[in-house]
């Protein structure tokens, strides 16, 4: 329970934080991969490993329960997620409609709507993963919409650091060229047809306190 409670005011800390760290993403760029090593010791939603390719990792996700906060309007990536995380952290506290406090779970997903121009507002809707034992009847609560997931196929690009405004879109972008070509970037576009802009997730694992092995990931979800 304690490891819980101080990942939940680590990922607070973390998302309230207006502390610049545009120096810790660039000695943080390093190479990761793999199953993130942050869920061995805090619970993620399952997934298989579809395929692998260069850059990138095709990943099926399993049937499971979000929370999901309603739309959020805003300029910054870096700041709508802060105003979302804020609702879902209340909620998990106990701030529901039963008054049952939730253990945090990994990652934080923000997805991101972008906006057709700039200085305009993009919107953004932050989720969090409902744990296995609350997955069956997740507490209802104000501005907090229960989602479930079918099985998702989600095109994963990881990477490290804290993340940033600007890091947002030059990692998606980077996802969508190492994808280029291929029967997934294909799959993507069909599932993304009619979007005025393509939308796209943010996964966060990491407690601010962790300086070293940050993993993050870019989504790009799509059906097969």
């Not at 609702?87 to 057709?116: C, H, R, W």
Request: contains cysteine; charged residues 15%.
């Amino acid at each position: 329970m304690a490891v819980f409670n101080f990942f939940k005011l680590s990922m607070l800390l973390t998302l309230l934080s207006d502390v610049k760290l545009g120096s810790w993403t660039q000695k943080e760029a390093v190479a990761v991969g793999g199953f993130p090593p942050q869920c061995s010791r805090i619970e993620c939603p399952t997934y298989d490993v579809v395929y692998s390719g260069d850059g990138y990792e095709i990943r099926l996700y399993n049937s499971s329960m979000w929370a999901t906060t309603s739309p959020i309007d805003d300029i910054s990536f870096v700041d709508g997620t802060r105003t979302g995380f804020l609702q879902l952290f209340n909620y998990i506290q106990g701030q529901n409609n039963y008054k049952q406090q939730i253990e945090m779970t990994a990652p934080v997903l923000t997805e991101i709507a972008p906006s057709d121009g700039p200085f305009c507002e993009s919107s953004f809707l932050v989720s969090f993963y409902v744990p296995k034992k609350n997955q069956a009847d997740p507490p209802p609560a104000n501005g907090i919409t229960i989602q479930k997931w079918v099985h998702t196929y989600v095109a994963v690009r990881q990477f490290g650091g804290f993340v940033t405004d600007y890091m947002v879109g030059v990692e998606a972008a980077a996802l969508s060229s190492s994808l280029s070509g291929t029967i997934w970037a294909d799959a993507i576009k069909k599932s993304h047809a009619g979007e005025v802009t393509t939308q796209y997730t943010v996964a966060q694992y990491n407690s601010p306190f962790e300086f070293d092995n940050r993993v993050n990931e870019i989504w790009f979800k799509f059906s097969m």
